[in-house]
């Protein structure tokens, strides 16, 4: 079963139309639209199982945690995060394509199909907006398989190495690159 939670409601007024769900509201103040940006957070094989998979390379931090830490800082921020996790390519695939519209970024671990999914290149391309890659651990101090990405040269940027904070991080980037695209 893939894991689904939505944020609670974020509010940015300086926020553009970028990544705005349908049917958002505009409401008076200032002459100024009270705006949602979105942001999807895809996590993908194994990783429902951080906390007690490999600490020494993932951490002690459990998926639910960085989820819960996500929609806080997601608040902070003004932005609405929505987290999706996913053992299957073909589940990712069509989460990322129900995004199309919807979210304003999109930050994705692929983990294992990192190395080898075009499927999930393909879809990212598809959504056409800033997508961030995360990676837990740096995937250069560890097996040559894992150098490669399909997604490396498609995405805005990378994060890694950071445990849980690379997601922070790269919600932070994109909270930043929604709002310069608002300007
Ligand atoms: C990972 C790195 C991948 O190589 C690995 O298959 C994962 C996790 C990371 O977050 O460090 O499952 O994406």
């Known amino acids: 079963m893939p894991l689904e939670s939505g944020g609670g409601v974020g509010f940015n007024a300086a926020m553009g139309s970028v990544g705005m769900p349908k049917g958002s509201k505009s409401v008076p103040g200032a002459g100024r639209r009270q705006q949602t940006a979105n942001v999807l957070v895809i996590h993908g094989p194994n990783l429902n199982l951080l906390g007690e998979r490999e600490p020494e390379i993932y951490g002690r931090t459990t998926l639910a945690d960085i989820d819960r830490q996500l929609r806080e800082l997601g608040d902070e921020l003004g932005v609405t995060v929505e987290t999706f996790q996913s053992n299957s390519e073909g589940a990712i695939v069509d989460r990322i394509q129900q995004a199309r519209g919807k979210a304003g970024a999109l930050l994705i671990n692929p983990a294992g199909y990192t190395h080898t999914s075009v499927a999930i290149r393909d879809a990212v391309q598809a959504l056409a907006v800033p997508v961030i ?9 560890r097996e040559p398989f894992r150098h490669h990405s399909t997604l490396a040269d498609v995405a805005h940027g ?23 695209a608002a300007k």
């Open 133 to 141: 890659e995360v990676h837990l651990s740096n995937v250069y101090r």
């Open 158 to 180: 990378r994060i890694m190495g950071f445990g849980a904070d690379s997601y922070l991080l790269a919600l932070r980037a994109a909270a930043g690159l929604l709002q310069s």
